[in-house]
């Protein structure tokens, strides 16, 4: 026997709603995909996209001028320690750049390959049938005439439709171009980030200095900075080779503009391969190197004053160019370093600041203009230990001056020497000899299998942006009942309704077959809406038909 409570347990039991159950792994997976793929995230990606590459013209980049941003971490080191974290240095090959750059990929690829596929299957669908009613349709005339269901369809296709027959009416449709062009434009999208990416992927970028004299083999131990895709290795470098014969900047020489460059123009003794005769190049900005499809490009340059240095045994510890550094674009005064680590007693270094263009300014000097018009450099001469045993890297432009001394008496604004005139060290260390001045220039050297591709796709990407601008998609019926013809009309565009009126009385008047001038039977703009115009046994003629129009 059955007690209250053991019935009340059973019906607490009974009603007690079910738990709910979650997505789980396919319904999160699905959820995701979905979201990727929707237009509202390929839109943001889109932006975030634009706006990463930002940071990669406010600063500069080791992948295209090094030399800022060595000048950068001198200017501002600690500010340039947290960009350099950031990536802010090499923003186009950052791990955030990338993550932005696949998933805005994967989001247009869901995007677009559905769409293709309903656009597909929209091409191989006919017009639908007219509907009983064309009066209701947002453009109706109608008219008296012996016009034929044939000569009407013959009318239309002459007007470039698609056109579909029934015992007494016409329908025809047109404007597919359209949604071809939204979805070329799409594509175009999707192959230019894919040819940007084959381009990473199988492409290769170097930048190396070189001065006035001194030659350059394509080679990866050539290069001061070398960037390989990941399908790059040294045998796909093309072997080619240069000698920079002369390098010329002209500046404007007087007037408010004086100092601005107008030219530069670097000339270059080049062999194809290594069994190629030379042939003479003139590099200049914009104006690359082009040998077999790798690109060099002119991207800086600047002053390499050339010295000797004597130590204090009477040996020669250094002999050659030194690159400077130019820390005033608008006059070129330029810093550079020399060290002599073989120097006896003593290692030598030097802090060099070199002047284009110098005149006295009270007790100082100054350069005035970028040229190389009066020459001179400033000498700081240290000794004692360079620090180059001890195996950590060093810059070539800077000097670490912690366990060096200065060699006599230090001075802010030392006397500058000319060229050939020679300064004596202090305490029989040496001395340090200004023999002359050459130029050096920074080249980018570029391997990318993308660059055809990608000009392709932004072509292609142009021409669907157009079409999808400027092609309406638009439906006509024509309805033959004894001698009386109605014609309708509806744009499945939307804001196209205004051209479409003018378009439409042109085709009312075609059919008619009379003058323009002649008048037409009425077009009205009727207040029910066109999907009341299809009869319940027609297919529906209303915008939502089809594909849909962004």
């Not at 044939?150 to 029934?166: C, M, S, W």
């Not at 009386?484 to 744009?491: D, H, I, K, P």
Request: hydrophobic share 40%; aromatic share 10%.
């Amino acid at each position: 026997m059955t007690t209250k409570n053991q019935e009340t347990e059973e019906t607490e039991v009974i009603e007690q709603p079910a738990k709910p159950v979650g997505l789980g792994v396919m319904g999160w997976l699905r959820w995701g995909w979905r979201t990727l793929t929707s237009m509202r995230t390929a839109l943001i990606l889109l932006f975030l996209f634009a706006l990463g590459s930002v940071p990669g013209s406010i600063y500069p980049q080791r992948s295209v001028d090094p030399g800022r941003v060595a000048q950068y971490f001198k200017n501002s080191p600690t500010e340039a320690e947290w960009l350099d974290r950031l990536w802010m240095f090499d923003v186009f090959t950052s791990p955030w750049f990338a993550a932005i750059y696949l998933l805005l990929f994967l989001s247009l690829a869901g995007c677009v390959f559905p769409r293709a596929v309903v656009h597909f299957k929209e091409l191989r669908k006919k017009p639908p049938a007219a509907p009983r009613n064309l009066n209701r349709l947002p453009q109706s005339a109608s008219f008296e005439g012996d016009l034929t269901v044939e000569e009407a369809a013959a009318k239309l296709r002459r007007n470039r439709f698609r056109v579909v027959t029934g015992p007494d009416w016409v329908a025809a449709e047109k404007g597919y171009l359209r949604e071809t062009g939204n979805l070329l434009f799409h594509v175009s999208l999707l192959m230019l980030l894919f040819a940007v990416g084959a381009g990473g992927l199988f492409g290769y970028r170097g930048n190396v200095l070189v001065v006035e004299g001194d030659g350059f083999a394509n080679t990866v131990a050539a290069y001061d900075r070398f960037m390989p895709g990941p399908q790059v290795s040294a045998e796909s470098l093309q072997p080619f080779s240069f000698t920079l014969k002369d390098f010329q900047a002209t500046y404007v020489a007087s007037g408010e503009k004086r100092g601005q460059p107008l030219d530069y123009s670097a000339t270059l003794s080049v062999q194809d391969s290594p069994s190629s005769p030379p042939r003479d190049v003139e590099l200049k900005v914009n104006e690359p190197l082009d040998v077999n499809g790798t690109l060099t490009y002119l991207i800086g340059h600047g002053y390499a004053p050339t010295f000797k240095v004597i130590d204090g045994k009477g040996n020669t510890a250094f002999e050659g160019s030194v690159p400077c550094l130019a820390n005033d674009q608008a006059t070129y005064t330029s810093e550079c370093v020399i060290k002599a680590p073989d120097a006896e007693p003593d290692q030598l270094g030097f802090l060099m600041r070199f002047l284009p263009t110098t005149v006295p300014n009270g007790d100082a000097w100054v350069s005035i203009f970028p040229g190389a018009a009066n020459p001179t450099v400033q000498v700081f001469p240290f000794a004692g230990d360079l620090g180059m045993k001890s195996g950590e890297p060093q810059s070539v432009y800077q000097l670490n001056t912690d366990k060096l001394r200065p060699l006599g008496k230090m001075s802010a604004q030392p006397k500058p020497l000319n060229v050939g005139d020679t300064l004596e060290l202090a305490n029989g260390a040496g001395k340090i000899q200004f023999t002359g001045v050459k130029e050096w220039i920074s080249i980018q050297t570029a391997y990318d299998p993308g660059r055809l591709p990608a000009l392709i796709a932004a072509v292609a990407a142009v021409l669907g942006l157009v079409l999808s601008l400027t092609v309406r998609r638009r439906r006509v019926w024509v309805r033959i009942t004894d001698r009386q013809v109605a014609v309708g009309g509806l744009t499945r565009t939307e804001g196209g309704g205004a051209t479409f009126a003018e378009e439409f009385a042109e085709i009312v008047t075609m059919l008619r077959g009379a003058a323009p001038s002649e008048p037409s039977a009425p077009s009205s703009e009727p207040e029910d809406r066109p999907e009341d115009a299809s009869a319940p046994d027609r297919e529906p003629v209303s915008p939502s038909n089809g594909s849909s129009e962004e």
